[in-house]
């Protein structure tokens, strides 16, 4: 059971938007720290979509986003395409575990 | 263009060491704090270990304390990670990535550039 939880899967048809949830608690999303996005395709390097809870490193397109509010963080995907088919992994600070920490990935499967 | 290149993993018993490598190019190694992490078969994301710039600082998840050491060659544009006493739990996807510091208050550093990883697995 990971301190962040993410949901296990989520799905869309093409073009439509989806959502990946990441909640924690008071000792890391809720306490103010960063959260950063990953995306890991199969036979590829993983790859920071989000850092800092809402940035997008150059060459991220913007149909991907990342919000923050209380002890959660959101990935939002729009216009989805079949090429966004990966996991996504959200990443934190935990004071109380005084470590980084990952969520335990969502599958996201386009239908 | 950035590129970390794994490799080193393979098969190997419990008890057994295996020794990765990371080569590194289109960035200069010497300004970054570096990281391996690793992906177990059917479960997530964990970071291993990290090393500062010069080597001066390290850092181990606890569950490899005493058992695997990160190591760097600038020069060589390398990063190492041998791993001795292996476990079975110690099978997954082995990567390294670059890191970004974490600069002031409730920033969290992050791994900007990962490799494809190199697959270890640990098994009688």
């Known amino acids: 059971q990971s301190v962040l939880t993410q949901p296990p899967s989520v799905s869309g048809a093409p073009g439509q938007r989806v959502t990946v949830s990441c909640t924690g608690s008071s000792s890391n999303i809720g306490a103010g720290y960063d959260v950063h996005w990953y995306q890991l395709l199969p036979g590829t390097a993983p790859k920071l979509l989000i850092y800092g809870n809402s940035n997008r490193p150059s060459g991220v397109p913007d149909r991907f986003s990342g919000s923050k509010s209380g002890t959660s963080a959101s990935l939002a995907i729009t216009g989805l395409q079949a090429e966004d088919e990966a996991d996504y992994y959200c990443q934190s600070y935990d004071s109380s575990l005084s470590d980084v920490l990952f969520g335990g990935g969502t599958k996201l499967t386009v239908l | 263009e950035v590129q970390l290149v794994e490799s080193g993993g393979g098969l190997v018993q419990p008890g057994g060491s295996l020794r990765l490598s990371c080569a590194a190019s289109g960035f200069t190694l010497s300004h970054n704090w570096m990281s391996w992490l690793r992906r177990a078969p059917g479960k997530g994301l964990e970071w291993v270990a990290n090393i500062r710039q010069d080597g001066s600082d390290i850092y181990y998840v606890d569950s490899v304390k005493g058992r695997f050491t990160i190591s760097r060659d600038n020069a060589r544009n390398s990063l190492y990670l041998q791993m001795n006493s292996l476990r079975v739990e110690d099978t997954g996807v082995y990567y390294c990535?670059?890191?970004?510091?974490?600069?002031?208050?409730?920033?969290?550093?992050?791994?900007?550039?990962w490799g494809q990883g190199t697959l270890v697995t640990v098994s009688s």
């Open positions: 990535a670059r890191e970004i510091a974490a600069a002031g208050r409730g920033e969290v550093r992050r791994f900007d550039y």
